[in-house]
């Protein structure tokens, strides 16, 4: 039957429900349990393929090709498992799924309605995730904030659940913002108690508060806390400002919060043991080693969470090393003047995945910079194929050459449209998707990066290297050096170049803390050598 943790979130978004939710989902693995992880999207979008990342931040790519939130990295990123196109329900999925029933016919000769109907879809698409990950316990974050309007038939499945099975089965986890007045030097608790308000009015009443605080919560705001919210002050944690996420697991250790939980739930006793991502926090917090300062360039860089993989991908590698990272994102526009001196103490370029034409030149400026000058480079998807675009104009002389993407007529189209792609009329999850094999030739960087043949790394994309203009780029150097099982180039580098990588799939998605992406690791080794 499996024991389910919900976690909802008050006051406002954005405070760490996600942090939380893994967190805790690497505690509880650590001390031993099976755990797997759930994220709820209450909008209407059926995922988070279609939308823009300035709004949403990055869309997270599951090995099985689901375009997800980006929490479902954090998931796989602190607990170590992989997610699948079911550990995101949204509100679209659920009503899609149950709107094809009733056409079925599957509901003939009822009302279909929010409750039983819908709540009843939620609920069989959570213990959906516990059944196939076989796990004792299933997180679940409740996006959006308590109160939403969009969240409440969730709320309410989660409500039945707790009512439907033993008691200890089911653990509300709220966690809330208690925001600091400078003014009056205080801890301000009200709107923490009037989104616990909101839970209870409509049944939920939660076992475990999480404030999300400036600093840990004195004793007068644990006892007003306590006395409003009905919980115990035992009960009552914080997650309170740290250098970074990866500390938040150490710090809710500190509190005990394992202990209270396995209480709670009435599981077997145990302890955490988290020697080794102590170890990696340190090395994170104070690396020891060389400073790199990495330009990453890309069209949505001012939104901090667009390109958040590559964010903690580029982290692992670093602490891996043990190199003091300094990123720099650069919109890459402001690369379209012709002024590059911004670029000047750039010790390595990374040029960020992307769509559509907006900054397009900007980015293959930066590609041309780091080409002759040099500077160690790579390229992710987007830029891998505007390193083909760069190369084609400057090296091959291919006058206007460009991606289809951008330039339908083209003389020289070095990226077009992939064949599958042609016949695709609806634009939602008709990417080339997920992990796919990718056989490596000897002898390259990349092959020496990974340091074997074949490796797994998830797409996300429309359009590929054109076979057409390959020789002629191996020609002159520039290499292709991973390939798909049908033959689709998928990594390509110049040869006689400190680092210069272009990779197709996203090795981003697959960086942990403890093992990091090798392409990662290889770009920032040329970076500091
Ligand atoms: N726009 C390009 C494509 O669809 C690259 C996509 C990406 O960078 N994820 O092929």
Not at 217 to 235: A, G, H, M, Q, W
Request: aromatic share 8%; hydrophobic share 40%; glycine share 8%.
């Amino acid at each position: 039957m499996g024991k389910y943790i919900f976690i909802t979130g008050g006051v406002l978004s954005s405070i760490g429900k996600g942090t939380i939710t893994s967190s805790l989902g690497f505690l509880l693995k650590s001390a031993g349990f099976k755990v797997t992880a759930v994220k709820i999207d209450p909008y209407v979008n059926v995922d988070a393929g279609t939308m823009n990342p300035y709004m949403h931040g990055e869309v997270f790519v599951t090995n099985d090709g689901a375009e997800t939130d980006l929490d479902l990295g954090h998931y796989e990123r602190f607990i170590d498992i992989e997610m699948t196109k079911i550990n995101n329900i949204t509100t679209g999925k659920v009503y899609f799924e149950t709107i094809r029933k009733e056409r079925e016919g599957k509901f003939l000769g009822q009302t279909v309605q929010i409750i039983p109907h819908i709540t009843d879809e939620i609920k069989s698409m959570i213990r959906q995730v516990t059944k196939l990950f076989d796990a004792e316990i299933t997180i679940v974050e409740i996006g959006g904030t308590v109160g939403d309007i969009e969240s409440l038939p969730f709320l309410e499945a989660t409500r039945q659940m707790k009512l439907e099975s033993e008691e200890s089965d089911v653990l509300f986890i709220h966690t809330a913002l208690v925001e600091y007045l400078k003014v009056t030097g205080e801890l301000k608790t009200k709107p923490l108690q009037h989104s616990v308000q909101e839970l209870r009015r409509i049944g939920i009443q939660p076992d475990i508060i999480i404030t999300r605080s400036p600093f840990p919560i004195d004793e007068e705001s644990r006892d007003k806390i306590s006395l409003f919210t009905n919980v115990r002050k035992d009960k009552i944690f914080t997650n309170y400002d740290v250098d970074t996420p990866y500390e938040v697991p150490m710090i809710l250790n500190e509190q005990n919060i394992i202990e209270t939980i396995i209480k709670l739930m009435g599981l077997p006793e145990r302890k955490p043991d988290i020697t080794q991502w102590i170890n990696f926090v340190e090395k994170i917090r104070n690396p020891s080693g060389k400073t790199a300062k990495i330009f990453l360039i890309g069209k949505y860089t001012k939104h901090k969470d667009s390109y958040i993989s590559i964010k903690e991908a580029m982290l692992h590698a670093a602490a891996y090393l043990n190199v003091k990272l300094d990123m720099v994102w650069l919109e890459s526009n402001e690369l379209e003047k012709g002024e590059f001196s911004i670029l000047n103490d750039a010790m390595g370029i990374v040029v960020l995945p992307g769509f559509g034409s907006r900054g397009v030149e900007g980015k293959i400026n930066a590609i041309k910079y780091a080409r002759t000058k040099n500077i160690p480079f790579l390229g992710i998807c987007f830029g891998l194929q505007l390193a083909v675009v760069e190369f084609a104009r400057n090296v091959l002389n291919y006058t206007n050459a460009n991606t289809t993407e951008v330039d339908q007529n083209t003389p020289y189209p070095v990226i077009s449209m992939l064949d599958e792609q042609k016949k695709v009329t609806l634009l939602g999850g008709t990417m080339r998707l997920g992990a796919q094999k990718i056989i490596l030739r000897e002898g390259t960087k990349v092959w020496e990066a990974y340091g074997r043949k074949v490796i797994n790394e998830r797409h996300r994309h429309r359009y590929e290297v054109n076979p057409r203009f390959v020789d002629e780029m191996e020609k002159n150097g520039f290499i292709v050096s991973g390939v798909s099982e049908d033959g689709l180039v998928e990594m390509m580098e110049l040869k006689g170049h400190k680092f210069f990588v272009g990779t197709q799939p996203h090795p981003e998605f697959n960086s942990r803390p403890m093992k990091p992406a090798p392409l990662f690791i290889n770009f920032l080794r040329a970076v500091i050598s």
